[in-house]
DNA sequence: ATGATATTGAAAATTATTAGCATGTGGTTT
DNA sequence: AAACCACATGCTAATAATTTTCAATATCAT
């Protein structure tokens, strides 16, 4: 999926949506289809900063909102500190580090049949974490 | 595993760190142990204060802090909101209701040979996030 | 029992996020 | 192209979650 692609799509949703396409918006975007490293708000927001000074971090924050609404991005499961966005919707796990919080995508499948229910609860989808030691940390370690 | 005995292994733990035993700190782990939904630090204290109206709610967060540093209690992944802990420190997985935010255990095997390495990361372990829809938010739905 | 040291409670300080409101801007209409 | 209107934006204040500060207190080894 490459990125003009996405952000055609993008345009056309906020269109069908009545959302008006703003350089703020397309900015916010366009930043996290960049990265896969899953920034902050706060991450978006400096990165922006360098190109458009002008816009606020209320902006940001608004913005990754609709992008997670009209499904564009999603929120990455985290353990305080700021929430992290993934602009990779497809089927994917997250490969995190203990000790710097670093998360990396992986792209692997699991022979598993995902049942329909579980508990009572109707099963929608799944991701796996793996946690471990990034290549950086375990350099520190020694 | 009898929360008696893991009790006495977290009196143990506290005196060789060289932790003192407070009531305080004894309430919080009891609390945890007694609790499957997952708690957050706020839902702690509120259960705590019932039976000890002395303890403090900044208490209730540096003993959660150090409970996971002995690895007493875990941290579980979400979105936003407060942190929540688990005293259920064995290999388990989460089923989410992404409508109510609801977390449950559940405990079943996949049939899957973690690496010991994956992208350069050294792995320790890993847990899987199923998301659906709880009984209850099932049935608001119709 | 006493003293050294860790711990606690209460409040202030930080950090992360959301909301309110006046102004500005896309995009549609004329 | 000018005008209009609804949605967006920037700024600031408000809220929520968590951490820190510090004086007072309690635990535990002696």
């Known amino acids: 999926m490459l990125k003009e692609e996405r952000i055609k799509e993008f345009i056309d949703a906020c269109k069908n949506m009545g959302l008006k396409i703003t350089p703020q918006r397309m900015a916010v975007y366009e930043v996290l289809l960049s990265r ?11 990165e922006i900063k360098k190109k458009y000074p002008f816009v ?10 609709t992008l997670e609404e009209l499904g564009f991005v999603k929120k990455v499961a985290y ?23 670093a998360i990396k995508d992986v792209e692997f499948s699991i022979d598993w049949n995902l ?28």
Do not use: F
Not at 127 to 139: A, D, M, T, W
């Open 115 to 142: 049942p329909q229910y579980m508990e009572g609860y109707k099963v929608y989808n799944y991701s796996v974490h793996i946690y471990g030691l990034c290549p950086q940390c375990q350099q520190k370690e020694s």
């Open 36 to 46: 896969d490293d899953h920034p902050t708000v706060e991450d978006i927001y400096n």
């Open 56 to 65: 606020s971090l209320a902006t940001v924050y608004r913005t990754v909102e």
């Open 79 to 101: 353990w305080g500190g700021s929430v992290r966005y993934d602009a990779n919707v497809s089927d994917h796990h997250h490969l995190i580090c203990v000790q710097c919080g």
